[in-house]
């Protein structure tokens, strides 16, 4: 899984309708320390994040592996909202 | 299969119920030498192992197969601790 912090919502009411009543959540990848990475993901929010909010994104197939994404055209989903990181080794 | 070390773990009470009790690392991928190649990731941790510890995991949908439920969205886990890497060359 990737750290990314949510940065806004995509909001499209013409989508396919399996993904109708989703969640789209546009996150920025961060580095350990929270400072942003270049690029960013759109990925269905299974755990109600909000804007800012510091989350885990799980992505390809396991993406589908939720309640709310199985057998849905998705590839990337939010699946925890990271309260705290403790970093020990510095790589 | 791919070769990191755990450099730190990952506190989330708000998750996706299947990954309540999960054990979440840092892990930052090394090379053969154990030397640092590329960026940190995060993986589910079935086997228990420390900070600092040289580790295999697997990534993609393969990471779900480990973890005790069927269906829980991970694309990385721990399968093991490395005693030892002998390399030719």
């Known amino acids: ?91 | 299969m791919h070769l990191g070390k755990v450099i730190g773990t990952i506190w989330a009470t708000r998750k996706y119920p299947a990954l309540e009790g999960a054990k979440l690392q840092i892990v930052q991928p090394v090379d053969k030498n154990l030397d640092d190649r590329g960026a940190p990731l995060v993986a589910v941790d079935t086997i228990g192992a420390g900070s600092g510890e040289i580790v295999m995991y697997i990534t993609s949908r393969e990471a779900t197969i480990p973890y005790r439920v069927e269906l829980v969205p991970i694309d990385a886990s721990i399968i093991g601790i490395v005693d030892r890497v002998d390399v030719q060359g």
């Open chain 1, 1 to 91: 899984m990737i750290l990314g912090r949510v940065i806004g919502t995509v909001w499209a009411t013409r989508k396919d309708e399996k993904l109708t009543g989703s969640t789209l959540q546009i996150v920025r990848p961060v580095e350990l320390d929270y400072s942003p990475k270049p690029g960013f993901v759109v990925a269905v929010d299974a755990v109600g994040a909000g804007v800012g909010e510091i989350v885990l994104v799980v992505q390809g197939s396991s993406a589908r592996q939720t309640v709310k994404t199985q057998n849905k055209p998705v590839d990337a989903t939010i699946m925890a909202i990271v309260d705290k990181l403790d970093i020990e080794e510095q790589g």
